[in-house]
């Protein structure tokens, strides 16, 4: 059974700097390509950062340069650094096991003062 769990949401600062983690379970993690995506209530789901199986990365222009996507194949996790937090970064952040309906359960991230 194919599982998603996140970890490392809160509540930080404006500036601030919140890592984000992600298990995959029940599949092969190396061969499979992860994103990072968030939404807030009444918005679509957007998509933050992506990493394929070979550690080829893309993100979203809004965090482009404050946050980075990586991932280690022996923990079977990919991550999320975001840097320079915004209010506007105030999200539920959640893990894709991509081109599947895989999705974790969701990590808050709130920036506030």
């Known amino acids: 059974q194919v599982q998603l769990v996140e970890s490392g949401g809160g509540l930080v600062q404006p500036g601030g700097s919140l890592r984000l983690s992600c298990v995959l379970s029940?599949?092969?993690?190396?061969?499979?390509?992860m994103d990072w995506y968030r939404q807030v209530p009444g918005k679509q789901r957007e998509l933050v950062a992506g990493?394929?199986?070979?550690?080829?990365?893309n993100y979203a222009d809004s965090v482009k340069g404050r946050c980075t996507i990586s991932r280690d194949n022996a923990k079977n996790t990919v991550y999320l650094q975001m840097n320079n937090l915004k209010p506007e970064d105030t999200a539920v952040y959640y893990c894709?096991?991509?081109?599947?309906?895989?999705w974790g359960q969701g990590t808050q991230v709130t920036v506030s003062s």
């Open positions: 029940g599949t092969i993690f190396r061969f499979h390509s």
């Open positions: 990493i394929s199986s070979g550690g080829s990365t």
């Open positions: 894709h096991y991509r081109d599947t309906l895989y």
